[in-house]
Nanobody
Framework: QLQASGGGLVQAGGSLRLSCTASGRTLSNYDVAWFRQPPGKEREFVVVTSRDGSSTYYTESVEGRFTLSRNNAKNTVYLQMNSLKPEDTAVYYC?????????????????????WGQGTQVTVSS
């Protein structure tokens, strides 16, 4: 139901833009989050934004480097990632809670989200 794309291999200091689109759903009706799962580690929260875009919260490690934005006309949420570091290497997932749930209820745990994209690999080389 959600599709994440845009991952790839980039050198440290480089940039990538991830996209999250939805089939059969209008993303502007949902709060949307990005999570990532580094190799051998658990899935971790990256950023979440409210459906109207008025509230966006980043995990501390990406604050100032990553920017989430929406293009409602394209039914797409973007994650612009700049100044990438090797520790950003992970599979990145976009996620949304059920429409009746809000980001402050879903929180930063993966269990708070019902809809997931398939993940896109981001590899940052040193």
């Amino acid at each position: 139901q959600l599709q994440a794309s845009g991952g790839g291999l980039v050198q440290a200091g480089g940039s990538l833009r991830l996209s999250c689109t939805a089939s059969g759903r209008t993303l502007s009706n949902y709060d949307v989050a990005w999570f990532r799962q580094p190799p051998g580690k658990e899935r971790e929260f990256v950023v979440v934004t409210s459906r109207d875009g008025s509230s966006t919260y980043y995990t501390e490690s990406v604050e100032g480097r990553f920017t989430l934005s929406r293009n409602n006309a394209k039914n797409t949420v973007y994650l612009q990632m700049n100044s990438l570091k090797p520790e950003d290497t992970a599979v990145y997932y976009c996620a949304a809670p059920v429409q009746s749930s809000r980001w402050y209820t879903a929180g930063i745990r993966p269990s708070g989200y019902s809809y997931w994209g398939q993940g896109t690999q981001v590899t940052v080389s040193s």
